[in-house]
C-alpha cells in the first residue's frame, strides 16, 4: 500500500471513533456495558464504510524465469521405418526429452509430422506409418507457434521429403535449427522414377503426352532400359545412359489412346547393375480414356446433295457417327445423342412427339420442302411465317456471338441458300450465329440461330444447298478442313447434355496410394437452388472383399464432402444418398497401389545439410547426441529471461465487507430494539 492510503485507513479510524463517541457519550454521558457494545458496532459499520470507500489496494511482485523453447520435432512417416531408423529415432526422442540439462534451460516441446504437424504427446504416438512426408509444414507450424519468442529447432529425419515446396526455405533464417539424420547416410547407386507428369484424362483414338523425370545416383556410367507398358503391351522402350555427369533425364513420351475407359500403365526403368532398392524402378500411373462418340441421327423424306455433305463434314472427326434415316424408319432415338432434322415435313410428327419425352438436342435444316406450320407447332424458338416464293439468302456474321468459339470463315462470300420467302421472328431469347441478306440488304432476320431451353439445345440453319458452301470453301481453302471444323462445333455444343440433376457428385475415377481421397456433393432444391439442409451420406464397397463402410457427408462452405483416407488399394464402388429426398448417385473410382514413402535408399544428407546452412544451425547424427547437447547449451543466443509480474489485489473483498456492515447495522438496531433505546 502507499502511504496515501495508511494515511486514510488512519483517518477513518478517528472519523470512525469520534462519530462513534459523539452518538453514544457525547449525548448518553454513560458508560454501561450496553453503551460499550453499541458504541463499538457503530465504530466498525462506520470505518467499514470509509474503507470500502478508500478501497486499498496491495501491489504485490513476483519473479518468473522464462525459458527459450526447443522445438524437438520428429519424422512419423513411413520412409524412416523402410530404412530401418524407426528404433534408432524412438531412442533418440527418448535421450533428447529425457536429458536434464536440456529440460534445465529449454522449455522443450515435442512435435511430430508425415501429413500433417501435431504435438507429440508421448512416445507411443510414433509409428512411422505416415504415407506423405511435407517438411515444410514444419517450418511454418513452429514459427507460428514461437514467433514472439527466442526457440530453436531440433529436427529428427531423413530429409526425404514427398509433398509440398521446398522445406529449407520455409524455416526462418534466424532460429537455428539442427538437424539430427536418421537412416543410412550411405550414397549406394539407384535409378529411379522421381515422376510422371500426364493428365488423368485422354480422348478416344487420340494420343496423350507423358513426361517422366528419372533420376541416378552413383559413381560410374550405367546402362539401362526405360518402358512403358498397359497390361502386357509395350508402348515405348528407350535405352537410356546415365553418369555421374548425367545425373538426371527428362523422357518427353507420346502415347495411344486405343481402348476405352480408365486405363492403367507402368513405367519401369531397369539396369543390369545391382540394386539395393528396386521399388522406385517401376512406377504405375493411370489416364481414363474417354469415348466421345457421338451418334447423330440425320433425318429426312428426300434425296438431297445436303445429306452427303452433312454426313462427310460430321464424321471427318472420327468420334462422330452419322446414320442416315427417313422419318418412318425411327424406331428408337435413345441411342442418338442429336437429331438432325433435314427438311421436316408432316411425315416428321411421330420423330418431334418421341422427341418430347427425351429432350434430345436438335439441328434443324429448311428448305422448300419444309412445313413451316409443323415447326411453328413442335419449336419454340422460332415463328415463321412464308409465302410459297422462293429466295436466295446470302449470310452475314455475326462478330458478338458468343456461346462457343467460332471465326468467320468467309460467310458472307458463301453462295447463296435457298428457302422460300417470308417473315422470321424470334420467340424466345437465341443466339444468332448468321443473319440473313437479300440482294445485298441486310435484313436483320436470323439465319443460323442456336437456342438453350432449360438444359435442350438446338440448333435451326433456314436454307438449303449447304454442300454448295462445303465445295466454295474446298475450292477457297484447298481443304475441307475449316468448315468442317465449324460443323463439328456445332454438333460439339448439340451433344452436350446440361440435364439437371438434383444430386451433384464430384470424384476421381482414380487415386494413388497416399493422395487425399475427397468426395464432394451438392444437392439442389426443386428451384434449383443450394440445399444447406441436406442430409448426405455415403456407402463405399471394396469391390474384391465386399466389405462396405458407410459416412456422414460434412458441410462446407458450399458443399457436402468426405474423406476417405486410409483405404487399402483396390476398386471401390460407393452410393451417394441425399436422406430426405433418397436422391441417389452411384459411381466408381480406383486406388492405386503406390507408395511414395518406398522410393528412397538413405537419407538426403545434401538437403538437411543446406537447411542447416540456411538457418546458421548444424547437422549431425544419432551417435553425437551429446555433442548436439552441448552445442545447445552452449548457444549464448539461447538465454533464460527473469520476468517481473506485479499483481494488485484488493485489501479485503468489497461482497464480504458491504455484508460484515450490514450484519453490525442490523446487531446494533436488534440491541437498541431490545433494550428499549429507539
Avoid at 529447432?153 to 538437424?179: I, Y
Avoid at 436422391?583 to 522410393?599: H, P, R, V, W
Wanted: aromatic letters at 12%; charged letters at 20%; a positive charge.
Amino acid at each position: 500500500m502507499t502511504i496515501n492510503t495508511v494515511i486514510l485507513i488512519l483517518l477513518a479510524l478517528l472519523a470512525a471513533g469520534c462519530l462513534s463517541y459523539f452518538h453514544y457519550y457525547f449525548k448518553a454521558k454513560t458508560t454501561s456495558t450496553i453503551t460499550v457494545v453499541l458504541a463499538f458496532l457503530r465504530f466498525l459499520a462506520v470505518f467499514g464504510i470509509l474503507v470500502l470507500i478508500i478501497n486499498p489496494i496491495i501491489s504485490r511482485t513476483t519473479y518468473e524465469t522464462i525459458k527459450p523453447t526447443l522445438a524437438l520435432v520428429v519424422d512419423n512417416s513411413a520412409s524412416i521405418a523402410d530404412l530401418k531408423a524407426g528404433e534408432t529415432t524412438r531412442n533418440v526422442y527418448k535421450n533428447l526429452i529425457e536429458n536434464d540439462q536440456l529440460l534445465d534451460k529449454f522449455e522443450v516441446q515435442s512435435y511430430a509430422f508425415d501429413r500433417d504437424f501435431r504435438v507429440l504427446n508421448s512416445e507411443k504416438e510414433i509409428n512411422f506409418k505416415g504415407n506423405v512426408s511435407q517438411i515444410d509444414k514444419v517450418g511454418v507450424q513452429v514459427n507460428a507457434l514461437h514467433k514472439n519468442s527466442p526457440y530453436a529447432t531440433v529436427l529428427v529425419s531423413d530429409g526425404n521429403q514427398t509433398s509440398g515446396a521446398d522445406f529449407v526455405f520455409e524455416f526462418q533464417p534466424d532460429h537455428k535449427v539442427f538437424p539430427l539424420i536418421v537412416g543410412d547416410t550411405t550414397q549406394y547407386m539407384d535409378l529411379r522414377i522421381s515422376q510422371v507428369n500426364v493428365n488423368k484424362y485422354a480422348f478416344h483414338k487420340n494420343q496423350f503426352p507423358a513426361e517422366v523425370f528419372l533420376n541416378y545416383t552413383g559413381t560410374k556410367p550405367i546402362s539401362s532400359v526405360f518402358t512403358i507398358k498397359n497390361g502386357t503391351t509395350v508402348l515405348f522402350k528407350q535405352n537410356l545412359q546415365f553418369s555421374v555427369d548425367k545425373r538426371a533425364q527428362v523422357i518427353p513420351v507420346i502415347l495411344p489412346a486405343n481402348r476405352v475407359g480408365l486405363q492403367l500403365y507402368t513405367a519401369t526403368l531397369t539396369t543390369a547393375e545391382s540394386e539395393k532398392n528396386t521399388y522406385n524402378n517401376t512406377k504405375k500411373f493411370a489416364v481414363e480414356i474417354i469415348d466421345q462418340k457421338t451418334e447423330v441421327a440425320l433425318i429426312s423424306d428426300m434425296p438431297h446433295p445436303d445429306l452427303g455433305a452433312l454426313k462427310r463434314s460430321i464424321e471427318s472427326n472420327a468420334q462422330r457417327k452419322v446414320t442416315l434415316l427417313k422419318p418412318n424408319q425411327v424406331s428408337d432415338l435413345k441411342k442418338y445423342n442429336v437429331l438432325v432434322l433435314y427438311q421436316p415435313n408432316s411425315r416428321f410428327k411421330t420423330v418431334f412427339e418421341a422427341n418430347k419425352s427425351l429432350g434430345l438436342s436438335t439441328f434443324i435444316i429448311t428448305g422448300n420442302a419444309t412445313d413451316f406450320g409443323l415447326l411453328n407447332q413442335f419449336q419454340s424458338v422460332i415463328n415463321c411465317s412464308m409465302s410459297n416464293q422462293k429466295e436466295n439468302y446470302l449470310a452475314r456474321f455475326n462478330p458478338d456471338f458468343s456461346i462457343f468459339a467460332i471465326d468467320n470463315i468467309g460467310f458472307e462470300n458463301f453462295p447463296p441458300l435457298e428457302n422460300p420467302y417470308g417473315t422470321i421472328s424470334l420467340k424466345q431469347r437465341a443466339d444468332v450465329l448468321l443473319e440473313l441478306r437479300v440482294q445485298g440488304i441486310e435484313t436483320g432476320q436470323p439465319l443460323w440461330i442456336f437456342a438453350n431451353d432449360n438444359g435442350k439445345r438446338s440448333a435451326l440453319l433456314l436454307g438449303e444447298n449447304i454442300w454448295k458452301w462445303r465445295s466454295y470453301s474446298f475450292v477457297e481453302q484447298k481443304s475441307f478442313e475449316k468448315f468442317d471444323q465449324f460443323l463439328d462445333k456445332t454438333i460439339q455444343y448439340l451433344a452436350v447434355n446440361e440435364s439437371r440433376k438434383s444430386l451433384i457428385v464430384n470424384h476421381e475415377r482414380f487415386y494413388n496410394s497416399g493422395e487425399a481421397i475427397e468426395i464432394t456433393a451438392q444437392y439442389f432444391n426443386k428451384n434449383y437452388e443450394l440445399d444447406e439442409k441436406a442430409r448426405l451420406e455415403i456407402s463405399i464397397m471394396n469391390n474384391q472383399t465386399k466389405k462396405r463402410k458407410q459416412y456422414d457427408l460434412v458441410r462446407s462452405s458450399n458443399n457436402f464432402k468426405v474423406n476417405l483416407d486410409g483405404l487399402n488399394p483396390g476398386k471401390y464402388s460407393f452410393t451417394v444418398r441425399e436422406l430426405n429426398s433418397n436422391s441417389t448417385y452411384t459411381g466408381n473410382f480406383e486406388l492405386l497401389d503406390f507408395a511414395i514413402e518406398k522410393q528412397f535408399v538413405n537419407a538426403d544428407i545434401t538437403k538437411l545439410k543446406q537447411l542447416a546452412k540456411h538457418t546458421q544451425g548444424k547437422i549431425f547424427v544419432p551417435n553425437q547426441i551429446e555433442q548436439l547437447v552441448k552445442t545447445l547449451i552452449n548457444d549464448q543466443a539461447y538465454q533464460a529471461i527473469e520476468k517481473a509480474i506485479q499483481k494488485k489485489t484488493p485489501l479485503i473483498d468489497w461482497k464480504w465487507l458491504l455484508l460484515f456492515i450490514c450484519a453490525l447495522f442490523a446487531t446494533e438496531w436488534f440491541i437498541r430494539k431490545y433494550n428499549g433505546l429507539l
